[in-house]
């Protein structure tokens, strides 16, 4: 244990439901080494919702600033950093804001959604000297960090290929049909959005960066046209006080759900954001499948697959090594439940432990040797128990990480790349050199 850090003030702009796991790891979990003290939104209501939360827990409520007032808010305040939880197109005006008044900047991933914006977040981090670290979860969880120990231990040898196929239940998939990642200007697709965690691991897990991306996609399954093309009726576009919805089991009841009603049905009337539209109603401009060949500077290819109305949740990995192979499986639990079991969905909820780890497989096959399983431990928290490892990592970081997984604007760039380079791809039906998008 390292000695006891100085206390840290902190600023959150962008007051959604991840934003709750920030606030409330700083005061219930390390209130002695950081301090939240002023929160930031467009919206006045959900920033009183996430101070009637913090009061809840034991915190005083903070000040509260409204975004045109964010410089207001560093003047005042003076955070040593601002965490940056607002949708994803705007993570670089407020990232490269905060660096220019004098604040490290710390953003939920995506770091942005295309080049351009991408191109001026390194410009600033040169400019200004302060630096964007990037909330990658995924690196943390213990079966993650476990695939980076057997890969870097050479069991397999140096991996050639790798074959990853992850998929989200539909629970989980119409819920990004459902609220602002549906529009590609706001999220970049689910390629930028979800996918993001798995171009990250990939890179990693290898140590390496991506060169080339081709990909191939679109929207399959969710959007008002698939459904009647299948026969199906359509039920109006949100499903509030929707008689029709109510037996569907896309639907959510933003009614009953009190998190997301405090959230965003009662802020409704400050910006017009409805959080439970019609994932089969018009308007979704992402995609729902996704293929993909990558390749990476160390000579590896990778074929990556995606959709997003799968019957359960999760991934399979293989990499092919010179000395043998790795497999791993996976079922995440926190949408679907159990692989057996799927209920009607319910949206985003703080009460769900989204990527839990339900079922966890990995299995070494050296080329001449006989194969067998790699035991991981099982940890409590979202992301397969990647929250809290990350969180303390950040907000305390007291301890040495032998797997060096904090993420910073290299890392979260190179991420951002492969989903920039899918969206160009699937234009131009041509494979694309990402890293000549942008000049770090």
Partial sequence: MGSISPVKRYAIVGLGVRSASYYQSIIQDFSEYAQVVGICDLNQTRMNAANDAMEAIGAPRVPTYKDHDFDKMIHEQKPDAVIVTTIDRVHHIYCIR????????????????????????????????????????????????????????????????????????????????????????????????????????????????????????????????????????YTGDRYLNNAEAKNDPFAIDIVKNEHLKKLYLDAEHEDGYIRDRNCFADGITIEDTLSMVITYGNGAVMTYNTYAFAPWEGYRVVFNGSLGRLEVNL???????????????????????????????????????????????????????????LLRDVLVSDRPDQFKRAAFLRDGGNAVLVGVGANHSMKSGQAVKVQELVSW
């Fill in 98 to 233: 905060a660096m220019e008044l004098g604040c490290d900047a710390i953003t939920e991933k995506p770091v942005t959604i295309d080049e351009e914006k991408l191109q001026l977040m390194i410009d600033a981090e040169k400019r200004t000297g302060k630096q964007i670290r990037v909330l990658f979860n995924y690196r943390y969880s213990p079966h993650h960090t476990k695939i980076r120990e057997l890969i870097k231990s050479g069991v397999i040898g140096d991996v050639s290929s790798v074959h990853m196929d992850w998929i989200l239940d539909t629970a989980h998939g119409s819920d990004f049909m459902r609220r602002w990642h549906r529009e590609k200007e706001n999220s970049g697709g689910i390629q930028m959005h979800k996918s993001i965690h798995h171009f990250d691991l990939i890179h990693f897990w290898l140590n390496t960066a991506p060169e080339t991306v081709y990909c191939v996609g679109g929207l399959r399954f969710y959007g008002r046209e698939n459904a009647e093309k299948r026969g199906e009726k």
């Fill in 331 to 389: 079922v995440e639990e926190g949408y679907s439940g159990a692989i057996d079991h799927k209920p009607a969905a319910e949206g985003e909820d703080d009460k769900k432990n989204q990527g839990g780890v339900e079922q966890t497989s990995i299995v070494v096959q050296p080329m001449f040797g006989k194969a067998y399983e790699v035991k991981t431990e099982k940890s409590a928290g979202g992301h397969g128990g990647g929250d809290p490892v």
